[in-house]
């Protein structure tokens, strides 16, 4: 058909002279052109864009993937955002790996079937079946406009088109073969469906470990007796974590002492004057563990500091720049000694910080160097997650004791302002936990069943197989459920909502259902084909890139890509 028509058009000599012509006009200055110099012409890099698996895909190829996807439209800055040559890289890739595996199957394209495609208008870009309304004149198929839009807006010529439309429908035969393979019965859909229309809605307290912390009482005798009995344990966590003990800058254990100061003009002076009394009674003490010890006992009874009064004042190990001192107060506490006190330094809130060095370290750290402090972490996370669970478990009993109260109405919210809950520090009715830190009821807003690789999601909480398979049995007879682990924390529920599917709208959206549930199957055969098959060709060194045709215009460089990367979606 379209043979015909290029007969009626001009004649065969102007008809070659013009797309010469055009031909050298694109290839000098249209998109992608790098001019016709000798250099370019001679260079390597033009040679190809990929080859993959002994087929080459062409500069020519690659053009016209990038045309096709809109590439000449878009800016080069929200091409490079979109990563639009690296994506096209990539579905050229897969379709010479599907045309390959078409002509390895006996698949065959003549120029007929591309010319009756293209006589209807339609065309396939990289996957994607296209209607073009470009190639068309007064509603009808018309050569002159289907041969504009070959050269002006692919860069191509129409042999050259037809070409790549024959690789565009190899591809396609082993895509509609995948197609045809993938079923999905009925009863699948009906599964899917009522897993995806039961919904719930959950109230819940959460009891974070972190916030017990300060509970933790923790004694040198504790830390060596959990080291000597865990040894196997701390050295899997050191393996885990022990590339933050390579090559650690200097680092100090530092204890504190914090006095607050205030916005009152003398709030300050008051701050520094209790921090020097503090300092000078700890001054007097010659012995350096006495002097430690008297160091602790000030913080837990003196400090203004929540998070680290508890522990006597220990911050831990700590780098230049993240106690918030001034830059030379810093410098002072980076050159003192093991057991030198330091202070009282102002604070930016007016208050005063005084400061005890205990222990400086930098380089790489042994397992024997860190075993202790791995120790002491070990126990406080323990210890801290049993208060939490113990509370947890106290919240579970006043619930069910609740007549049927929502844990909102037995766990209200204070009208006190927090920040004076937090200076007040009363203690929680549960048991550790001031009232500022006591759970506040929370929901999740309604959610459906869905997981990760990791476990199944609850929507606001986090993963936590235990805690999903809960939400979806426990009924408005039963609501509470819990408590369960989940994130670092302990979690009471209880079922403030339940959805049930609508199977009445399932009866009349079933078949659409079969059809969205087979395409989406489809989608992941396919994508799952593409990449292992590249993969492998990969592997086997049979892919290689021309990254110079990736370059935008606008960098020097080429981005960084690398083929068949994971969670890539193949298939369009």
């Known amino acids: 058909m379209l043979e015909q028509m290029r007969k009626s058009s001009q004649s065969l000599f102007i008809y070659l002279l013009f797309s010469l ?17 000798c250099d370019a012409a001679l260079s390597g890099n ?57 002509e390895r199957l006996g698949y065959v394209v003549s120029d007929e079937e591309v010319e009756d495609l293209v006589s209807d208008s339609k065309m396939i870009g990289l996957g994607e079946p296209l209607t073009v309304s470009r190639v068309q004149k007064n509603g009808k198929f018309n050569y ?28 396609s035969r082993v895509r509609n073969l995948m197609r045809a393979g993938v079923k999905v019965s009925l009863d699948e859909v009906k599964a899917d469906f009522e897993r995806t ?27 060596a007796a959990y080291a000597s009995k865990n040894e196997a344990k701390l050295r899997e966590l050191y393996e885990q974590k022990k590339f933050m003990y390579e090559k650690v800058p200097k680092e100090v254990r530092v204890r504190q002492i914090l006095i607050k100061g205030g916005t009152a003009a003398n709030d300050a002076a008051k701050a520094q004057h209790k921090a020097e009394q503090l300092a000078a ?8 563990t006495k002097a430690s010890a008297i160091f602790a006992q000030a913080a837990k ?39 030198e006190l330091l202070g009282p330094f102002k604070t930016k809130d007016g208050g005063a910080s005084l400061l005890v060095v205990e222990a400086n370290r ?49 766990f209200p919210l204070k009208s006190d302002d927090k920040d ?55 009924r408005p007879d039963a609501p509470l459920a819990g408590p369960f682990e989940i994130a670092g924390s302990w979690v009471v529920v209880r079922l403030k909502e339940r959805k049930e599917p609508d199977m009445a709208e399932y009866e009349k959206k079933k078949l659409d259902l079969q059809r969205d549930a087979e395409l989406n199957k489809w989608m992941e055969v396919l994508t799952d084909w593409s990449h292992d098959r590249c993969i492998e060709e990969r592997d086997a060194k049979r892919i290689q890139i021309n990254r110079d045709v990736l370059r935008y215009e606008d960098t020097a460089e080429p981005p960084p890509y690398e083929p068949c990367m994971p969670r890539r979606m193949f298939g369009g």
């Open 281 to 288: 009674k700890i001054k007097g003490e010659k012995d350096a």
């Open 362 to 410: 930098e380089g790489d750290l042994p397992f024997d160097k860190v075993k202790l402090e791995l120790a002491e972490e070990k126990i406080r996370e323990e210890r801290s997650g049993a208060l939490a669970k113990a509370d947890a478990e106290a919240a579970m009993a006043k619930a069910k004791a609740g007549s049927g109260k929502t844990l909102k109405e037995l």
């Open 21 to 37: 012509l055009i031909v050298i006009f694109v290839i000098s200055f249209g998109p992608q052109s790098r001019g016709t110099t």
């Open 197 to 223: 229309g039961l919904q719930v809605n959950l109230e819940y307290l959460r009891f974070s470990n972190r916030k017990y912390e300060p509970a933790v009482m923790v004694t040198e005798a504790d830390i």
């Open 144 to 171: 002159e406009a289907f041969k504009n839009f070959v050269q002006f807006e692919l860069s191509l010529n129409p042999k050259t088109f037809i070409e790549e439309q024959k690789r565009e429908l190899l591809a």
């Open 420 to 474: 004076e809950a937090k200076a007040d520090a009363k203690p929680s009715k549960l048991a550790k936990l001031p009232d500022a830190d006591a759970p506040r009821a929370e929901e999740t807003g309604l959610f459906s069943r869905r997981g990760s690789r990791e476990g199944a999601i609850v929507e606001g909480l986090g993963i936590s197989n235990a805690l999903s398979k809960a939400a979806f049995e426990i």
């Open 301 to 339: 009874e003196s400090s203004d500091d929540a998070a680290s009064k508890a522990k006597g004042g220990d911050l831990g190990w700590k780098r230049k720049g993240t106690l918030g001192l001034e830059t030379a107060d810093d410098d002072k506490v980076f050159a003192a000694k093991a057991g």
């Open 46 to 102: 033009d040679h190809y864009a990929a080859r993959v698996a002994g087929d080459v895909v062409s500069n020519n190829d690659f053009r016209y993937g990038f045309l096709m996807m809109g590439g000449a439209q878009a800016p080069p800055q929200i091409a490079k955002q979109r990563r639009m040559k690296e994506t096209v890289m990539d579905k050229l890739i897969e379709r010479e790996l599907l045309a390959q595996e078409a």
